[in-house]
């Protein structure tokens, strides 16, 4: 933990926070004609929890890239309590997704170089993909390399990891030092669209995330519509193919992890603004 002197938020808190921040999102979305829908592991919180995983703590939202674009373009909070973070209005920025941010809290990280956040939940882009499976690994791999060249110029060095590691990490840092997150960033987002435009995709895909693999890459028609789906109370929007999507991405997922595995992976600590 971070010593800071600030009241640090609490899990009932910041599972709170997260909710009114999804809700701002749902009713935003709905005004202006934009489509999103539950992700990852908040999707699989709605299907076999109706709401939080009981282990983690964090909401993850997607869209198709127009909606995206428009989402991250237009967003206004309707109190200027919430904040869309991405590559448009934060130099700091090193994600290729938008981070929707409470301005009220205070997050950090242990990471080389935080961006100054509070609690947020994540916004990813959903982009198209033809159905040939080499274009679906070149893209997947040059996603990969990319995504490697941020976490190498922002994970910290450490004395709990062995020494040739760090050696390799040190070198890997000195020779990333010149290229800058924002050239990383528009690398990535020009790689995900790269097939936007192709006529009769086959896939969606996550092309800004973290993994980059088979399992990140669903059947077009798993969208093809939308089911409302409970998650802390209310109900909000799903791809019709739900099923399939978390089928593909955590294989059997009405079966919990092991007990040891059951644990939030997130390195960070949030607290209040003064």
């Not at 964090?58 to 674009?69: G, L, N």
């Not at 997704?97 to 935080?114: G, Y």
């Not at 059947?219 to 409302?228: N, Q, S, Y």
């Amino acid at each position: 933990m971070i010593t800071t002197g600030k009241k640090e938020v609490s899990e009932e808190e910041l599972r709170d926070i997260e909710v009114r921040m999804l809700n701002e999102v749902d009713s935003y979305c709905r005004n202006n004609q934009l489509t999103y829908y539950l992700f990852y592991g908040t999707l699989l919180g709605a299907v076999r929890h109706q709401g939080f995983i009981p282990w983690d703590d964090d909401v993850d939202i997607a869209m198709p890239r127009k909606d995206y674009e428009k989402f991250i373009r237009g967003f206004q909070s309707t109190d200027g309590r919430y904040q869309v973070v991405s590559h448009l209005n934060r130099r700091d920025n090193y994600l290729a997704w938008a981070k929707m941010v409470d301005q009220k809290t205070e997050l950090l990280e242990d990471i080389n170089r935080p961006m100054k956040l509070g609690v947020y939940l994540d916004v990813f882009p959903l982009d198209y993909l033809p159905a040939d499976p080499q274009i679906i690994r070149r893209q997947m791999t040059r996603g990969r390399r990319l995504y490697l060249l941020t976490q190498t110029k922002q994970v910290r060095l450490s004395r709990k990891r062995p020494f040739y590691k760090n050696l390799i990490l040190a070198a890997g840092r000195a020779l990333t030092a010149a290229v800058p997150y924002e050239v990383i960033v528009r690398k990535t987002s020009e790689n995900a669209q790269k097939y936007n435009t192709a006529k009769n995709p086959a896939c969606m895909a996550v092309m800004v995330g973290t993994c980059y693999l088979p399992n990140e890459v669903w059947d077009i028609h798993d969208f093809d519509g939308t089911v409302l789906l409970p998650f802390e109370g209310k109900k909000y929007p799903v791809p019709s193919g739900y099923d399939h999507i978390l089928q593909v991405r955590y294989g059997d997922y009405h079966k919990l992890p092991p007990v040891e595995q059951q644990v939030t992976h997130h390195l960070f600590d949030v607290y209040w603004k003064e």
